[in-house]
């Protein structure tokens, strides 16, 4: 089982304090390792069989599936509401009078 606690530490202080999702990445670290420990947990355990490592394992892939999809719902409606604001803002379209034909020809 590899540590990557110290990536991870180092990692999230590069991101500011002030950024909203500081705390869903610590969130997303947390998820790996907390797979990582149960996937070896399941490898180590001698009293599954192999048909039952293979359905604790997907019971735990399952588990950290639905809680990064859970931890990617504030960043999707985030993303969602950022898409409308660009929507809505326009840029000012130039003037025929500003555009040269040379320009146009290149």
Known sequence: MSNRTPRNIMLLQQISDSNPFKKAVAGAFDIAADLER?????R??????????????????????????DLKKPVE???????ELSMLTTTRAFGASLVSPSSMMT
């Open 38 to 42: 149960d996937m070896e947990s399941v």
């Open 44 to 69: 180590l355990n001698r009293d599954l069989s192999p048909e039952g490592r293979q359905k604790a394992a997907q019971g735990h892939l399952r588990s950290a599936l639905r809680d990064l999809r």
């Open 77 to 83: 409606d985030f993303h969602s509401k950022t898409e």
